[in-house]
């Protein structure tokens, strides 16, 4: 009797293991199929043909990873320091300006201009470099919103940051973790592209312009895939060797 207990107990478990594992191989397969997703989206639009940021250019052509130029006036009083933006193991802040697209207009395009380094604990953060007035022309490439960090100290709840409500700030350039398109709009009455630029092209300010890029790496996936349903199938060649000798009441 206390044979056969072990033996289900046996099987039980190491079905259980075969479901499990082989579950797992599929989620990584899943994974890398995301990967290929966002890897073809990159390259589908950074074969695009380059775009000219207007007022007027429709929502349909503002493709993720499409290059782009801009022609228009820095509203550096609305510049935005978002932080614990690392390089290279550095920590430091992304500066981000809207660029405002025609004399006279509300519209502008979010511009995501490069990377400041973060200054020594106690000391006042490092003030972004100063832009110059009348028309300006930027290249870069778009990207569908700022990239989000996930904010450890409030998983799920509603964000700590908040936007002053008039511009320019007192104390300088608001920092925030997140910056979303939709609350930067409403609190600076921009009307902005949906979209952002993150700029290419440099000008010599001191801004490191090494942007990150998804992983893509799905190759990777594919074998950690491959590595559960190995484990999967020695768990199923277990499965039926304790099945068989069972059968033939010999037990575990």
């Known amino acids: 009797m206390a044979r056969a207990h072990r033996t289900l107990t046996a099987l039980v478990l190491l079905g259980i293991m075969v ?32 775009l000219l940021l207007t007022a007027a250019t429709p929502s349909d052509d503002l493709r993720p990873w499409r290059p782009v130029s801009v022609q228009g006036r820095w509203r550096a009083d609305m510049t935005v320091r978002l932080d614990n933006r690392n390089q290279n193991g550095r920590p430091g802040y992304w500066i981000a ?6 004399e006279g207009s509300n519209t502008a395009v979010l511009v995501l201009r490069g990377w400041l380094p973060r200054t020594l604990p106690g000391e006042p953060p490092e003030a972004a470099p100063a832009l110059p007035d009348g028309v300006r022309t930027v290249s870069g490439e778009l990207v569908r919103r700022v990239p989000r960090l996930f904010e450890l100290w409030n998983p799920g709840g509603a964000s700590d940051d908040v936007l002053p409500t008039a511009w320019p700030s007192r104390d300088g350039p608001p920092t925030v973790q997140n910056l979303d ?3 930067y709009a409403r609190a600076t009455g921009l009307h902005l592209l949906p979209a952002v630029m993150e700029q290419h ?15 893509v ?3 990777q996936n594919l074998g950690y895939a491959m590595q559960w349903f190995a484990f999967a199938g020695i768990a199923g060649i277990a499965f039926v060797v304790v099945a068989v000798r069972a059968a033939r009441g010999r037990g575990p």
């Open 97 to 102: 300006t809207p660029l405002m697209l025609e």
């Open 217 to 219: 790496d799905y190759n």
């Open 181 to 183: 398109l939709d609350a």
């Open 19 to 50: 479901v499990l594992l082989a579950s797992l191989g599929r989620w990584q397969l899943r994974r890398a199929d995301e990967r290929r997703a966002v890897l073809a989206a990159i390259e589908s639009g950074r074969r695009q043909p380059p």
């Open 201 to 215: 092209a440099p000008s010599g300010d001191g801004l490191v312009r090494e942007w990150p890029q998804p992983s």
